[in-house]
């Protein structure tokens, strides 16, 4: 909000009142009038520091930046010494994305007045997206000290610990958050972001369901349900079906028209393939998008590259060369993307987020391209009817599969994905269980797929390998108190704390697969299979029991296992699971002889086969162009 100023830089007489008329229209957002009187001012008074100030915020409001940046620029300089004028271009300049001229201008602030919570707020903010977490935490630290109901830097501060895996601190900061403002739907969304994050998926969904109830227009929330209810062990493929086609429901109200029939494609020149993703990066989704953007055929293909990736890194780096086109549109409004994707004259546009965080369906519900399809980041439908086709494969999504999608389902020959390993791989060692005398079970994957029907089956298969261990790694695991609630629950079943190994978070790949050396043999999880971790640790030689679920989000490890021709090692029930795991267990020769061949077995496989996985996906591309 405006302040009301009264105690004017320059007290010229005559200029007094004319700059509170134009503060008065200022406030009440007729910025045509307060311009024109900020204007009177300086053609009298060419250095009027408030008239300076104040007609770069009308020019910031109506998002004539290039002037607004002058104005608050002259005033910051004329002025060094006024806190206010160099807080609102450190603001200014945060908003145009110089985050080191914000820091800059942010710190003097500080400087001149200690007490500038604002100016922590936003310090805090620009050091969470340098990725220096701990110096974040302490700006909103210091704001929260000033101001202790400042609900923006407790909730920061919140996801700031959320990122440290500090998650009980974090949640006392949603807590606090709640107590000031019972209506806050972003501290109960990220309550929920915690208790999934940690596996108690019961608890997060309550917190979502609370968020969802407070704040019904946020599609995200709704989709925080969707991505988390795949979690739960005891939930129908039709009711999973029934709540995606809800959320096309709920959300048609985003749309503030019909979205107008699409553009059908031109024949005479090159494919337009957009592909839109926040995890054009060092992430699941880019380890199987970087290779086929790489392979496309650009004599044939023009590829678009919508990246909503919020902090780029080096696969990032390597996407956008690879890429005819990159669109960075983080930040950038739905309407807007709509009419760069329109004006781009995009044929098929390609969902690779589906649910999962920072979704950008409300795009897909305004259909800007003839022909949309989902693939890749999410194991269910998107319940849009406006999204043509989703790409699967016949494991993953067998016949009979197709009436729990709105979408049509295409089954990709062999499986669905094509992984791109990294560039430098760790060596491979011998089978652990030669050297310790005894086998490492082991599972790197997310905690919420933990859940308490594995936990039971995992013990079940140490019980009947006494001398075995279980290694299970996992982010959360940096959290003392998360390790010891695991600990207690396997306790519950029957297995000691001796017989864990529980470790959190490795901060480079080659270090994370190099942990794959520890393990004897990998358990996938269920309901809800592992894919990244299937790959590597079947890269790092390590074979991988899984159990096929009902769904897709259950038979990806089938699917994996299957391509590479290991279909002996996917159980079919829990019995079965712990038989694949004993047997492959009694044989360490055997075992061995599995550890040094699977990774020579995996890359010259159909998985890792970027350029005829690509080929067969161009063809799809084309044949639907024609149907259309």
Known sequence: MLPLILNL??????????MLEAIRWHKKGSFDKAERLYKKVLTIDPDHGDAL??????????NQNEKAEINLEKAAVLYPDNPLFLFDLGVFKLKMGDNEAAEKYLKNTLALQHDHFRALLYLGDISRKKGDYLQA???????????KDFIPALCNLGTTYIELTRYTEAIECYEKTIDIAPKQAEAYNNLGLIYAKTGDIEKALSYYKKAHQLNPGQHLIYSNILMYSHYLTTISNDDMFYLHKQFQEEYRKLLTEEPPPPAKCVSNRKLRIGYISADFRVHSVGYFIEPIIAAHDKNEFEIFCYSDTPVPDETTARIKDSASVW???NGIDTDTVFSMVKDDRIDILVDLAGHTENNRLPLFMKKPAPVQITYLGYPDTTGLTSIDYRLTDACADPEGSERFYTEKLIRLENCFLCYRPPDVLPALSDTPGLKNGYITFGSFNNLPKINNVTINVWSDLLNRLPDSKLYLKTKPFDDLHIRKKYTQ??????????????KGHNYTTERHLIEYNSVDIALDTFPYNGTTTTFEALLMGVPVVSLAGTCHAGRVG?????????????????????DIALNLAKDITALNNIHLQLRENLLSSVLCDAVTFTKNLEAIYKKLMQNT
């Open 489 to 502: 629950l396997f306790h519950d079943h029957g297995i000691s704390s001796d017989r864990l190994i529980l």
């Open 53 to 62: 100030h104040l007609l770069g915020l009308v020019y910031t409001a109506v």
């Open 327 to 329: 669109r960075p549109i």
């Open 137 to 147: 935490a302490n700006y909103y630290k210091q704001a929260v000290s000033i101001k």
């Open 558 to 578: 089938r699917s994996i296992l299957s391509a590479l021709g290991m279909t002996d090692l996917v159980s079919q029930n829990h019995e079965e699971y712990i």
């Open 9 to 18: 830089v320059n007290q010229t007489g005559m200029l007094q009142p004319i």
